[in-house]
Each structure stands twice: as C-alpha cells, then as structure tokens.
C-alpha cells in the first residue's frame, strides 16, 4: 500500500477477508511497569508508528521473571515469543489520539499470549494495553478476584498519564473511546471492567460433580476466601449479594471470549449491570467454561 506494509504475506489465504489483512499502520510497542509494592505489575502498548526506514516489523518479546515467579515456574527459564512490531518506534499522529482497548489474558496467562491479536488491533489504529495479573496460579488463584480489577484500573489510568502533556505516548490515546477484551479468567475480568458485579449467592456450598472447570476455577475458589478478598478491597464487611462495581465508566464495548461464568448471581443478577454494547464468543464443545453454565446465561442475562 502507500504506506509501504505489505498487506500481503505468504501466510495469509488469498481469499482473505479485508481484516485479516494488516492495517494501514505500522506498529510500534513498549513495555512499563505500573503501581509499586504488591501492586507492581508490569503491561505491554502496542500502537500505530511511524517506520520511515521501512525497517521490518521484527521483534521477540520475553515473559518477565516476575510473572514467572507468580506462576510458580522457575525465574531462570526464558520464554521468547516472535512478534511483527517496532520495539521503541515513534507514534504515528496523522490520525491520534486512538482508541484504546485494554486486554485481560485467561489464567496464567502472560501479558504477550495473544499478541497477534494486539499486533493486528494496532495496524488497524488502535492502541493496546495487556497486563498479567498476580496473584495466580493453577493450586489457588482467588486473589485473582481482587487483583484482576484493581490491575485493569490501574492500567487505564497509566494510559492518563501515558497520553497526557508531557507523558511518554502524549497525545497518543484516546482513553474516552475504551473497549475491554479477555479470554478465560479474562472474560470475566472484562464483564466487571465494563461494569459487571460479582455475586458469590449462587455459589454452591455442595457442588456435587462438577461439569467443567468453571466450577474449580471460580465459585470453589472464591466463596471459601470471600472475608479475605473483602478485606483485600478494604471493605468493612463482606458483601451479602452484589458486589460493589470495580470498572471505569468509559468503557464503551466489551468483548468476552469464553468467559468464566459463576461468579454473578444465582440468576445471573451481577451481568445485569453491565449496560454497554458486549459481545460474548464461545465454542458449544468447550468442556472448561461449559457454554451453558458460562456464555450462554451471562449474554441471556446482559443489561444492554
């Protein structure tokens, strides 16, 4: 195309449709740490660059020590992951500020797991955040119940500082056109991002055998150490129903992609709140978040 990127690689089917191609921008990406002390966490931006040596969109991004060590995998193995973007690469202004769309990996998953996706979003002008949460791993990942919404926040309002005067991406994000994205543990990370309520009332106490993972890796977890997770909030009491929302009211749109689905309610009652344009994807053969225990109430149950 004008801009020099070919749009058309050796991978691609020839009968590719218009967005599986890549977008009109070249994409640049860098790496900060945000918060401080037990809420340090680091994120990855990918977003539209300028490329005025025609360089090839060639990098390898590593998953941080940190992360590992929150996972419990040993710290000293390194894991390389081959990405097509400009480390460091200067923004391209022509049509910024761009919209910015915040993306919550499964469980365990690291900030670069999905970075073809991110990649692609930035070509076509957006701007990308993805973190790694702590506070979890396969044996007991109920902090994730605190950590997940209080990262996601914390990681909007560093895109403030990151586009405001004087910041490293100035002028870069428009943080008023924001959209939440995850997978997995992320799904339900991004329903309470748009402004979904947890609701521990339709927790099982004797769940019997269970069908699919989704009730080891939500309800089971979370409803023993609910007083704990209320008390990581800095709650005076647990709640009894709904939980207080934890989400950025700009968000406009949520994408959740086989999201966990017991955490809302007997009746589904915590999607209720969530009022913006979602889309909920899931595969009917999926034996972990089981489609009619997960997807299919949480878009039955939807407020928008």
């Not at 910024?96 to 073809?116: D, H």
Request: net charge negative; proline share 8%; charged share 15%.
């Amino acid at each position: 195309n004008a801009m020099g990127i070919n749009l058309n690689r050796d991978y691609l089917r020839q009968d590719a449709p218009e967005y599986a191609l890549h977008g009109p921008y070249w994409v640049g990406t860098r790496d900060y740490l945000v918060g401080e002390g037990d809420n340090l966490f680091g994120i990855t931006v990918w977003y539209p660059a300028l490329n005025p040596e025609g360089n090839p969109e060639e990098v390898t991004y590593m998953v941080s020590k940190e992360f590992l060590g929150w996972i419990g995998l040993p710290q000293d193995v390194e894991f390389p992951i081959t990405g097509h973007a400009l480390a460091g690469a200067e923004p391209d202004m022509t049509n910024g500020p761009y919209p910015l769309v915040v993306f919550s990996p499964g469980l365990t998953g690291y900030r670069q797991a999905s970075v073809y996706l991110y990649e692609h979003l930035a070509s076509e002008g957006f701007v990308v955040i993805s973190l790694e949460f702590r506070g979890e791993n396969f044996e007991e990942f109920w902090q994730g119940a605190y950590y997940r919404p209080i990262q996601i926040l914390s990681a909007i309002q560093y895109a403030d500082q990151l586009t405001a005067e004087g910041g490293d991406l100035a002028g870069v994000i428009n943080v008023d056109k924001l959209a939440m994205i995850g997978v997995s543990s992320g799904g339900w990370s991004a329903l309470m991002g748009g402004g979904a309520q947890m609701h521990l009332g339709g927790c099982p106490v004797n769940p019997g055998e269970p069908q699919g993972l989704v009730w080891f890796y939500d309800c089971l977890s979370f409803l023993p150490k609910q007083d704990e997770i209320a008390a990581m909030f800095g709650y005076e009491s647990t709640p009894d129903g709904l939980w207080p929302q934890q989400y950025d009211p700009r968000v406009d749109a949520v994408i959740a992609i086989v999201p966990d689905g017991d955490i809302w309610g007997a009746e589904y009652q915590g999607v209720a709140s969530l009022t913006v344009p979602t889309m909920i994807v899931t595969s009917s053969e999926d034996t972990a978040n089981v489609p009619n225990r997960a997807a299919y109430p949480i878009y039955e149950h939807l407020g928008s």
